[in-house]
């Protein structure tokens, strides 16, 4: 088993050695035929890094199931969210970002609208179902790849397709909801600095009217570095963990 596991992590690091450099390639090229298929080619490498990491959580027993414990460990303060304030950046380490998006879900314990833009939503749902948090509650958007699940499907390259996606969701929820973006670090592998941060702007600006909350998950690296400091004026409260 020990055998399997080792083959199984180094299986996985060459998946994500290749998702980094397929995106290094789309960030240098422009609008053209290429690109399209490097982010096709980079879109099966994130569904490869998912199979990869399901598979070592099975060896383990515990290896993607995220212990309670752990999680608690490097919970996210939420005191006040929904109440005194209603938008909420957090950057945290590409290790920790999984444990911190479901321990989020689980703390909040409310209807939720789980934005999905790095992995795909197969993976979050069995996460969660490990830690026996109800799916019902959650609505997925999926901008990773486009699934027959029952999910909702939108092109991670057409914000307007997502900002309309997201809204017919806020208009069908009832009773007090969030929204949780996963990642906004993603997004810009497809859209420019400036087109993030009139998303975001635009997102936060329909809170009140929907009387929700929104939290947005980054990751913290320097290559994000520029994008992260510039989200932070745009929401009420900003964590690094």
């Not at 050695?17 to 422009?30: Q, R, V």
């Not at 939420?78 to 590409?94: N, R, V």
């Not at 949780?180 to 009140?208: Q, R």
């Amino acid at each position: 088993m020990n055998q399997i596991n080792e083959k199984l992590i180094g299986q996985l690091k060459i998946e994500k050695d290749a998702f980094n450099l397929y995106n290094s390639f789309i960030k240098k090229i422009g609008g053209s035929k290429i690109k399209k298929a490097l982010i096709e080619i980079r879109d099966d490498e994130k569904e490869h890094i998912s199979l990869a990491e399901e598979m070592i959580s099975v060896i383990n027993g515990y290896g993607a199931k995220i212990k309670i414990t752990k999680a608690k460990e490097r919970a996210v303060n939420l005191g006040g969210f929904m109440d005194e304030f209603s938008s909420l950046f957090i950057k945290t380490d590409i290790s920790s970002y999984a444990r911190i998006a479901v321990g989020i879900v689980e703390e909040l314990n409310m209807n939720c609208i789980y934005l999905s833009f790095n992995k795909t939503p197969r993976y979050t749902k069995r996460l969660m179902a490990e830690h026996k948090i109800g799916l019902r509650r959650i609505k997925f958007v999926n901008c990773v790849k486009f699934s027959k699940e029952g999910d909702i499907n939108a092109n991670p390259e057409a914000l307007t397709e997502i900002s309309l996606a997201l809204e017919e969701l806020m208009q069908k929820m009832r009773g007090k909801f969030f929204i949780l973006v996963d990642t906004i670090s993603s997004f810009s592998v497809y859209h420019s600095t400036n087109a993030i941060l009139k998303f975001i702007g635009l997102v936060n600006s329909k809170l009140e009217k929907y009387n929700c909350g929104a939290i947005w998950v980054a990751i913290d690296s320097e290559s994000e570095k520029g994008l992260n400091d510039k989200i932070i004026p745009l929401c009420d409260r900003f964590i690094k963990i």
